[in-house]
C-alpha cells in the first residue's frame, strides 16, 4: 500500500462509475459562525461547474480522517487544527464514500489547484439540496447526502471515571494505581481518533454513520500527577472526583455526554446533570477490540 495506490476508477453495482479503488473521502469543515467550506469543481474534474466538498480517492494505507484531511490540504491549502466530529458513510458495497465531518475555530483562507474554480465559505442555512435552487449548484452526491449532514450535530464528551473503570478489572491495579490509570490513558489516546459507529453509542448525537468521541479522564489521589496526551484530557479531581465528573457532566460544552461510570450513586447524579450512563464493559469492550485504535480499512 503505498501512496496515490487508490487512484483508479471503480465500477459499482449502481450502474456508476466512481472514482477510488479503496474508497474515497471527502472534509465537510464548519466555522464557529455557522459557515461551511464548500468548492466549485472545475470543468476538468468530475461533474465540473457544481459545488461541493474538498476530497478524493483514499490510498489502501488511509483511514478516512487521514484521506478527507490530505485532500482538503491539497485542493485547499488546508494547514490549519481542526477537530472531527462524525463520519457520513455511503456505502455502495464495492465503492464508499465517507464525508468527514469537522469544525474549525477560525475560517481559513482557502487557496485554488487545478480542481476548483472558486473555493468560498458560505452560510449553512444558505444550502438547499434542490439541484435547482438559486445560484447554488449542488454536486449530486452532496445533495443527497446534504440532510444528513446538516443534522450532524457535534462530537459526543466522553467522560471517563478512571478510578471506577480501572478498578473494574483485578488485574493488579492497586499496586500501581498511577501506571494504571496511564495504561489506561494510552488505551484511550488509541481510541480517540477512531470513528465510533452511531449505534454503538449510549445515545448519537445526531444524524451521522459514526462519530469521533471528545474523551475526557478524571483521575484523583495518587493518578493526579498523570499528564494528559494527544487525544485524552487528562481531568485531575482537586477533591472528590465524583463531583468534579458532575460538574463537567452538566456544563453544555457538549450536546451529547456520556459518563463511563458503575457507581450508583455517580449514575443518578450525572443523570440529574443532563448527561448519559454508560458501565465500564461499552468502554473496555471497544478497547479490547482487535485493532482498536488503528485506521479503518474501508469504512468508518
Request: charged share 20%; hydrophobic share 40%; net charge negative.
Amino acid at each position: 500500500m503505498t501512496a496515490g495506490d487508490g487512484s483508479a476508477w471503480v465500477d459499482c453495482g449502481c450502474g456508476e462509475r466512481h472514482w477510488g479503488r479503496f474508497g474515497a473521502a471527502g472534509l465537510l469543515l464548519r466555522s464557529a459562525g455557522g459557515r461551511v467550506l464548500l468548492q466549485l469543481r472545475s470543468a476538468r474534474s468530475d461533474h465540473g461547474g457544481t459545488w461541493g466538498l474538498p476530497g478524493g480517492a483514499r490510498d489502501g494505507h488511509e483511514s478516512v480522517l487521514a484521506a478527507a484531511l490530505r485532500e482538503a490540504a491539497e485542493e485547499t491549502g488546508l494547514g490549519a487544527p481542526v477537530r472531527p466530529a462524525g463520519v457520513l458513510l455511503d456505502d455502495h458495497g464495492p465503492w464508499s464514500y465517507a464525508t468527514v465531518v469537522a469544525d474549525i475555530d477560525t475560517e481559513i483562507d482557502a487557496v485554488l489547484n487545478w480542481e476548483s474554480d472558486d473555493v468560498r465559505w458560505m452560510p449553512a442555512t444558505d444550502i438547499r439540496p434542490d439541484p435547482a435552487g438559486p445560484g447554488l449548484p449542488l454536486h449530486p452526491g452532496l445533495a443527497a447526502a446534504w440532510p444528513a449532514l446538516a443534522g450532524a450535530g457535534a462530537a459526543p464528551m466522553v467522560i471517563v471515571d478512571a478510578a471506577n473503570v480501572v478498578g473494574s478489572r483485578p488485574d493488579g491495579w492497586w499496586r500501581d494505581r498511577l501506571g494504571a490509570a496511564a495504561r489506561l490513558r494510552d488505551r484511550l489516546a488509541s481510541l480517540a481518533g477512531t470513528p465510533i459507529p452511531a449505534g454503538d453509542l449510549p445515545v448519537a448525537p445526531g444524524t451521522l454513520s459514526a462519530y469521533f468521541p471528545r474523551i475526557s479522564l478524571v483521575v484523583e489521589g495518587r493518578a493526579r500527577d498523570l499528564a494528559a496526551t494527544d487525544g485524552v484530557d487528562v481531568v485531575p479531581a482537586p477533591g472528590s472526583g465524583d463531583d468534579t465528573i458532575v460538574g463537567i457532566a452538566g456544563t453544555p460544552a457538549a450536546p451529547v455526554r456520556i459518563v463511563v461510570t458503575a457507581d450508583r450513586k455517580l449514575r443518578e447524579r450525572v443523570r440529574a446533570a443532563g448527561a448519559h450512563v454508560t458501565g465500564p464493559r461499552w468502554l473496555l469492550d471497544r478497547l479490547d477490540q482487535p485493532g482498536a485504535g488503528s485506521p479503518p480499512t474501508r469504512t468508518p
